[in-house]
């Protein structure tokens, strides 16, 4: 049985799957601090508006204003940035690893 799951995890690869995948979820949390404790200051500072995050901007859904409830833009434009940030670096990474196969 022994030889059988290793055959398994060698066959399909699993081993080096679960490599990216950890190596993947490191690399989320790595750039993710970089966008959220270098990047974001820098964009909330220039964007600050009477004290007020942007990532607490919002479209308003009543006639109550800011207090009511609505559509949190500001947070959107957040996690786009983050996503931008992030798939730049992966592609950057694949770029730099791996090699087209040449011509033939």
Same mark, same amino acid.
């Given at each position: 049985? /022994?030889?059988?799951?290793?055959?398994?995890?060698?066959?399909?690869?699993?081993?080096?799957? =679960?490599?990216?995948?950890?190596?993947?979820?490191?690399?989320?949390?790595?750039?993710?601090?970089?966008?959220?404790?270098?990047?974001?200051?820098?964009?909330?500072?220039?964007?600050?508006?009477?004290?007020?995050? /942007?990532?607490? /901007?919002?479209?308003?859904?009543?006639?109550?204003?800011?207090?009511?409830?609505?559509?949190?833009?500001?947070?959107?434009?957040?996690?786009?940035?983050? *996503? *931008?940030?992030?798939?730049?670096?992966? *592609?950057?990474?694949?770029?730099? *690893?791996?090699?087209?196969?040449?011509? =033939?």
């Amino acid at each position: 049985m /022994w030889k059988e799951f290793k055959a398994f995890l060698v066959k399909d690869n699993l081993v080096g799957l =679960a490599i990216a995948v950890i190596l993947g979820l490191a690399l989320n949390k790595l750039v993710g601090s970089i966008v959220d404790d270098m990047i974001m200051p820098l964009v909330n500072l220039a964007t600050s508006a009477a004290g007020e995050s /942007w990532k607490e /901007w919002k479209i308003p859904l009543t006639s109550q204003g800011r207090e009511g409830p609505g559509l949190l833009i500001g947070n959107l434009i957040g996690n786009l940035i983050n *996503f *931008f940030i992030i798939g730049l670096v992966c *592609f950057f990474i694949a770029k730099a *690893f791996i090699k087209p196969k040449p011509a =033939a």
